[in-house]
T-cell receptor, first 114, second 111 residues
Framework: EAQVTQNPRYLITVTGKKLTVTCSQN?????MSWYRQDPGLGLRQIYY???????DKGDVPEGYKVSRKEKRNFPLILESPSPNQTSLYFC?????????????FGQGTRLTVV | DQQVKQNSPSLSVQEGRISILNCDYT??????FLWYKKYPAEGPTFLIS?????DKNEDGRFTVFLNKSAKHLSLHIVPSQPGDSAVYFC??????????FGTGTRLTVIP
């Protein structure tokens, strides 16, 4: 089954404690991205990756890092989480090119930073 | 600055009637526009898209209309069904594959 898998689904952590949210896709997609969803702000892109070893900032990259060492995985790293990073996070993947406009999303990771 | 705007946070429609969800955008460089549907505790799922060179795209009960001069698009659902109750996100896709979303509209279809 084609899917994007995020882990963990729920996470409560304390300010300043480094954490990683993993994302893996089994569709051999080149393009992957991370979004956060906040009330009244919709989905905002954090980082994206066009292919292995190619990453770039989205709309709201501050406080986040990503890496793309292999095609299927695109982890999101919070080196020093803060309460304003409490949010619902989604990873997505798609094929490159405008003819492939459908992105597949993971089920989300609800992060709470206290 | 929000490049894609959905000014109606919520919409309620009777089952069987038409649902019309609206979306405005400011970025003239969007090449595609997409609609995603999101149920609680799930990720968004793709619904329908339209190229910026088209003015209409239809897929079953779902039709998207694009008015480039007004920088406005709308999603029509006919007939609306209770299973359509969800949050709908409008998105604009750039040539660099970056997808900008609106804030979403919560549709409730009343049986």
């Amino acid at each position: 089954e084609a899917q994007v898998t995020q882990n963990p689904r729920y996470l409560i952590t304390v300010t300043g404690k480094k954490l990683t949210v993993t994302c893996s896709q089994n569709m051999n997609h080149e393009y992957m991205s991370w979004y956060r969803q906040d009330p009244g702000l919709g989905l905002r892109q954090i980082y994206y990756s066009m292919n292995v070893e190619v990453t770039d900032k989205g709309d709201v990259p501050e406080g986040y890092k990503v890496s793309r060492k292999e095609k299927r995985n695109f982890p999101l790293i919070l080196e020093s989480p803060s309460p304003n990073q409490t949010s619902l996070y989604f990873c997505a993947s798609s094929l490159p090119g405008l003819q492939n406009t459908e992105a597949f999303f993971g089920q989300g990771t609800r992060l709470t930073v206290v | 600055d929000q490049q894609v705007k959905q000014n109606s946070p919520s919409l309620s429609v009777q089952e069987g009637r038409i649902s019309i969800l609206n979306c405005d955008y400011t970025n003239s460089m969007f090449d595609y526009f997409l609609w995603y549907k999101k149920y609680p505790a799930e990720g968004p799922t793709f619904l329908i898209s339209i190229s910026s060179i088209k003015d209409k795209n239809e897929d079953g009960r779902f039709t998207v209309f694009l008015n480039k001069s007004a920088k406005h698009l709308s999603l029509h659902i006919v007939p609306s069904q209770p299973g359509d109750s969800a949050v709908y996100f409008c998105g604009g896709l750039t040539g660099a594959n970056n997808l900008f979303f609106g804030t979403g509209t919560r549709l409730t279809v009343i049986p």
